[in-house]
């Protein structure tokens, strides 16, 4: 799935073909059949979408910034696309995403897990990718939602940091930035959970969302017919849009309310792989 959801991720393939080359190098045999196997399901749905694409739109590629009337945003520079990616108050994670600030501690390690320099590598290079197409689309408080495709990635260096950090300093710091990160999600969900995924929240205003937070929990909604409360709204709606902020389904491209219990296998899977990968073996008997 994770090359499926972005044309972008398709240049990460190449990493995990020359991964799977260098592995399997000793037996050629087992090589031609572990590049199909990784190889093929994604030929076959990326035929399907170019497939649909020129059905719907009369191109194999298309934009759909293009298709939906959507305007183009001017030509930046490389380190305004990178501002924007890491410090902007709108799309930059270092204010919106936790998982993705830990993420970076995580890359201090990886001398020490080479198994997870396959990740990073893929992980850094989709930012690289977003920045030069110009892909820092968001605006929604959680960051950039092309990210979405290297979450897992993001996640498992994330674990590893958590795991071998034994620095005092640099812990309090990126602790202090997942609080800085929690209290910005946490304090638009509240104040506004019909609109916190169409409206931007700048991080300057979060202390004045914050001041609004528990009148928001008791006052009708303007939007909702019947007078509804926004804790009714969340119960009506599933806590769509609050439902697991921490792992940023929304930033996934998911909708909780539809799409609740795959994702749940997912998080599972991610986290079992996760503990199984930094699992401490036991002495040897």
């Given at each position: 799935?994770?090359?499926?959801?972005?044309?972008?991720?398709?240049?990460?393939?190449?990493?995990?073909?020359?991964?799977?080359?260098?592995?399997?190098?000793?037996?050629?045999?087992?090589?031609?059949?572990?590049?199909?196997l990784?190889?093929?399901?994604?030929?076959?749905?990326?035929a399907?979408?170019?497939?649909?694409?020129?059905?719907?739109?009369?191109?194999?590629?298309?934009?759909?910034?293009?298709?939906?009337?959507?305007?183009?945003?001017?030509?930046?520079?490389?380190?305004?696309?990178?501002?924007?990616?890491?410090?902007?108050?709108?799309?930059?994670?270092?204010f919106?995403?936790?998982?993705?600030v830990?993420?970076?501690?995580?890359?201090?390690?990886?001398?020490?897990?080479?198994?997870?320099?396959?990740?990073?590598?893929?992980?850094?290079?989709?930012?690289?990718?977003?920045?030069?197409?110009?892909?820092?689309?968001?605006?929604?408080?959680?960051?950039?939602?092309?990210?979405?495709?290297?979450?897992?990635?993001?996640?498992?260096?994330?674990?590893?940091?958590?795991?071998?950090?034994?620095?005092?300093?640099?812990?309090?710091?990126?602790?202090?930035?997942?609080?800085?990160?929690?209290?910005?999600?946490?304090?638009?969900?509240?104040?506004?959970?019909?609109?916190?995924?169409?409206?931007?929240?700048?991080?300057?205003?979060?202390?004045?969302?914050?001041?609004?937070?528990?009148?928001?929990?008791?006052?009708?909604?303007?939007?909702?017919?019947?007078?509804?409360?926004?804790?009714?709204?969340?119960?009506?709606?599933?806590?769509?849009g609050?439902?697991?902020?921490?792992?940023?389904?929304?930033?996934?491209?998911?909708?909780?309310?539809?799409?609740?219990?795959?994702?749940?296998?997912?998080?599972?899977?991610?986290?079992y792989?996760?503990?199984?990968?930094?699992?401490?073996?036991?002495?040897?008997?």
């Open positions: 799935m994770l090359f499926l959801t972005r044309i972008e991720m398709l240049p990460a393939a190449l990493w995990f073909v020359l991964y799977i080359a260098y592995k399997d190098r000793k037996d050629k045999k087992i090589m031609i059949s572990d590049l199909l990784f190889l093929i399901p994604i030929a076959v749905f990326t399907l979408i170019l497939y649909h694409n020129w059905y719907r739109f009369g191109k194999i590629i298309m934009d759909a910034r293009v298709a939906m009337a959507i305007p183009q945003e001017p030509e930046r520079s490389f380190l305004n696309g990178l501002y924007k990616v890491l410090l902007d108050g709108e799309t930059g994670f270092f919106f995403n936790p998982v993705l830990f993420f970076i501690g995580g890359l201090f390690f990886l001398k020490k897990k080479k198994a997870l320099i396959l990740p990073a590598i893929i992980a850094l290079q989709t930012i690289l990718l977003l920045i030069v197409l110009n892909r820092i689309d968001g605006r929604w408080c959680w960051g950039t939602r092309f990210l979405m495709g290297v979450l897992p990635f993001f996640a498992l260096i994330t674990v590893f940091f958590l795991k071998e950090n034994k620095n005092k300093i640099l812990s309090y710091f990126f602790y202090t930035l997942f609080f800085i990160s929690f209290t910005f999600q946490l304090s638009a969900v509240i104040a506004n959970p019909m609109n916190f995924f169409l409206q931007p929240l700048h991080k300057n205003q979060v202390i004045h969302q914050l001041k609004q937070a528990s009148q928001c929990l008791t006052k009708p909604s303007p939007r909702i017919e019947k007078g509804r409360t926004y804790t009714q709204v969340w119960r009506a709606r599933h806590f769509d609050l439902d697991f902020w921490f792992l940023n389904l929304r930033a996934m491209g998911i909708r909780a309310r539809y799409w609740l219990p795959p994702v749940l296998l997912l998080v599972f899977i991610n986290l792989s996760a503990a199984k990968l930094f699992r401490k073996k036991g002495p040897a008997t």
